[in-house]
């Protein structure tokens, strides 16, 4: 296999995110590969606007995106005990497309955010909401980066080495599924 594509998916759209800090970690840890962002500055799911226009080209270049990716990280944040409203549009909208982009795809989630639990139930219901799409979810080490507004160094890799060696096992685990 040539470089693996890895899809770096942030349910953040703050251009300061931890959810992206912490991809952007993920990918290096992740190791030498093609990594492309994602851009989920969507515009809001409406069945009506798909009727009469049909899927909005960036909402197709996402689902390409997804579809080319030897793997996928999603990061969610937690807002009000759930993911972001952003990363769910996303995932709806890819949800209408052709080819069932997320069929089969090694895919890591994580999550980070200010709260102690490191938005913890976010990402078990952002697990709920790939299942349907029969991703190959890895299933752990689940890492949620808690008070994530203090969890990077000025180069912005992880402070703390036990959620640095939680993330590079995540990241071997998905390089392995990815090359497989």
Do not use: C
């Not at 993920?26 to 809001?44: I, Q, S």
């Not at 997804?66 to 996303?90: F, H, M, Q």
């Amino acid at each position: 296999m040539t470089q693996p594509t890895l899809l770096l998916i942030s349910g953040a759209l703050r251009k300061t995110s931890t959810n992206t800090a912490l991809l952007r970690e993920a990918a290096r840890l992740f190791g030498t590969a093609n990594v492309v962002e994602a851009d989920l500055n969507l515009p809001l799911y409406d069945g009506d606007l798909e009727t009469a226009d049909g899927i909005p080209a960036a909402v197709q270049a996402l689902a390409d995106h997804i579809a080319a990716a030897d793997a996928v990280v999603v990061s969610t944040p937690e807002y009000n005990k759930a993911p972001s409203g952003v990363l769910k549009n996303a995932l709806d909208w890819v949800s209408r497309t052709e080819g069932a982009p997320w069929a089969d795809k090694p895919v890591a989630v994580l999550s980070a955010a200010a709260g102690r639990a490191g938005g913890e139930l976010a990402q078990s219901i952002l697990r709920g909401f790939l299942q349907p799409f029969a991703p190959r979810l890895i299933t752990g080490p689940a890492l949620h980066l808690a008070a994530s507004y203090e969890a990077f160094d000025e180069a912005g890799q992880l402070k703390s080495e036990r959620y640095a060696a939680t993330l590079s096992e995540l990241m071997a685990k998905l390089r392995a599924e990815a090359t497989a």
